[in-house]
């Protein structure tokens, strides 16, 4: 009885760690959505292009649904500065070795920054834009 005992309360403690560890990582953009519209500004054209997608802040992470889907980048650590103009940056990657390193900025319920895109082809840089929902 006194081993199964000793088992849960470390269950119970590391699963209170985990949790507490996982609260230090929320950020001020968590639970906030936003959609975007990208232009590409360098780089060479593909077979597609990545015009819209959705930024959604979740956890202490950015997730990319359009790419996610796409191209499965998987969500990433995002790093936040400021109140009133807020700042961001992240680097996705997926399983194929690509990535995209994102630098942006809220003002309100506006977003803008860059997304530097990085695979077997080439370097693609964009400029993008968007509104929260």
């Keep these: ?3 199964f005992l000793s088992f849960l309360v470390a269950a119970f403690l590391l699963a209170a ?3 507490a560890q996982n609260a230090d990582k929320k950020t001020t953009l968590d639970d906030r959505t936003y959609s975007i519209h990208l232009k590409m500004t360098e780089g060479k054209k593909g077979n597609w292009q990545w015009v819209n997608d959705e930024l959604v802040f979740s956890d202490g992470k950015l997730k990319a649904q359009f790419m996610n889907k ?10 936040v500065s400021g109140s009133s103009e807020i700042s961001f940056e992240s680097t996705m990657h997926n399983p194929g070795g690509s990535e995209i390193k994102w630098n ?3 003002k309100g319920n506006t977003i803008f920054g860059t997304a530097v895109w990085t695979n077997l082809s080439g370097t693609h840089s964009y400029s993008f834009k968007g509104t929260a929902k």
Excluded at 70 to 79: A, M
């Design 1 to 3: 009885m006194k081993p």
């Design 17 to 19: 760690n985990i949790n």
């Design 70 to 79: 796409k191209e499965r980048f998987s969500p990433s650590d995002v790093v």
């Design 104 to 106: 942006g900025t809220i």
